[in-house]
């Protein structure tokens, strides 16, 4: 039995594989581009290794792509067939437990799975991140903190992950409102691991929510040696650059970077989807023409109305498809998600509440037709963290809610949701709230006609 950079055990036999081993943890903490090329070599050399195929399952479920369930169902076979042949560690049985769930419609089991893991490894930086990055999935963010804080002594000073963990701490904290706190957590992570995006995205989101776009994009432009290394995550970090820079009026620079970085390479990969519908979606909202450029992103979202992995991501493929004006395709992604919702299951769940109601706020937006979609994006609104993602991705939902809201005249609602959105940022009033703030005075000014 060996041991990993997570002080954690592993059925491998020689220096070799755990370097590799060791290498796809860093790299899969770093959100680097050498976590699959690591993984694969690994696998190579060490088949029976059932943890390994786990984490293939687990890495492409995470994708949110029909086509790689196929994937993750084989690497979970594969995993079990080798666990019949060379054993394993508790840790390595929970892994293939895990991916057995998630692969059941059970991310939920897959969460517990791994809190078993850190119940007796709690070092094992690597599961608490696996775990981190599901709940992420399923918009839980106090579980995310707990998860986090319940391993973090165990992360001392001489733990070779702590700065990861620290950077997972950082976006807990942040999404839970403590930002002072994330931002403190966030700093030590970046001293530990100069590599962690995810460390340095998590200030980013504090500066978002605390409206001080400045610092933000200070820290992303003198601290490229967090994110330039990543996978796609980079072009995620480049969106909250935009983001900062529309916060200070600066929507031609925003725009800019959607040309030269954010849509950079044209991938179908959902995360990048929603990087870039919802830039084009709020510049728009700010009266931004953006031209063609919803056109591709339509033709790729056209591909997945089908898909029904992940709520968040047909969501963001929806705005694509209403923003080109593709009927066809909206109405085939309203008729599956009827059909997902009236399944039994968690991510069923998700699709009758509140995807069924956000799906009909979207295109009833894209229509025109406001008081329809206020009423749709509200009843949506409770349940909408439930979908994923940050607070700052889910914003462009709470954006459309508070423009649908405005221009179909529903003032006193608009305007709760408005000083809802300004209590959760700490009542620090960014450009968006400002700006419709002074639209809802300057409506009541006007006299009914």
């Known amino acids: 039995m060996m041991f990993d950079i997570c002080q954690s055990p592993v059925t491998l036999s020689s220096t070799q594989a755990l370097d590799h081993w060791n290498g796809m943890i860093r790299a899969f903490l770093a959100h680097g581009t050498t976590t699959p090329t690591h993984l694969g070599a690994l696998l190579q050399s060490h088949p029976e290794f059932a943890m390994g195929h786990a984490a293939r399952g687990l890495f492409s479920l995470m994708l949110g792509r029909a086509e790689l369930i196929p994937v993750a169902r084989e690497a979970a076979k594969t995993a079990r067939a080798a666990l019949q042949i060379s054993g394993a560690s508790t840790r ?91 931002e403190r957590a966030g700093r030590e992570g970046m001293l530990l691991a100069p590599d962690d995006a995810w460390g340095l995205h998590a200030i980013t989101h504090v500066y978002d929510m605390t409206a001080r776009p400045e610092l933000g994009i200070g820290l992303i432009e003198t601290h490229t040696a967090a994110w330039d290394h990543c996978n796609n995550f980079r072009y995620h970090v480049w969106w909250h650059k935009a983001l900062l820079h529309m916060d200070q009026g600066q929507l031609d620079v925003a725009l800019g970077l959607y040309d030269a970085q954010i849509r950079a390479d044209k991938t179908d990969d959902y995360r990048d989807i929603s990087n870039a519908t ?10 931004v023409d953006v031209g063609p450029r919803w056109e591709e ?21 929806m705005l694509a498809l209403a923003g080109a004006q593709r009927p066809e395709a909206q109405d085939a992604m309203a008729r599956r998600f009827a059909r997902d919702a009236a399944k039994i299951g968690e991510m069923p ?67 709760a949701v408005l000083r809802a959105r300004l209590a959760q940022r700490a009542g620090c009033e960014d450009r968006f709230t400002h700006t419709r703030l002074a639209s809802l005075h300057e409506a009541r000014r006007i006299p009914a006609q």
């Open 278 to 287: 919802s830039l084009l979606m709020r510049l728009e909202l700010e009266g």
């Open 349 to 415: 769940a998700l699709y009758k509440d509140p995807g069924v109601a956000a799906l009909a706020g979207l295109n009833a937006f894209a229509e025109g037709r406001y008081d329809a979609a206020f009423g749709d994006l509200m009843s949506a609104r409770p349940a909408m963290q439930s979908i994923g993602g940050s607070h700052a991705q889910r914003d462009v939902f709470e954006r459309l809610t508070i423009d649908a809201g405005l221009r179909a005249g529903r003032y006193e609602q608009t305007e």
């Open 92 to 182: 390595e049985i929970l892994w293939v437990d895990a991916l057995d769930h998630w692969l059941a419609g059970r991310p939920s089991g897959a969460i517990l799975a791994m809190e078993d893991v850190l119940s007796q490894y709690p070092t094992d930086t690597l599961s608490a991140k696996v775990s981190h990055a599901i709940r992420f999935v399923l918009g839980d963010a106090k579980g995310m903190r707990a998860s986090v804080e319940n391993v973090l002594d165990a992360h001392g000073a001489d733990h070779a992950c702590r700065g990861y963990l620290l950077g997972c701490h950082a976006f807990a904290l942040e999404e839970t409102g403590a930002y002072d706190h994330a």
């Open 297 to 317: 992103l339509a033709d790729l979202a056209q591909n997945r109305t089908d898909d029904g992995c992940v709520v968040f991501a047909d969501l963001h493929y």
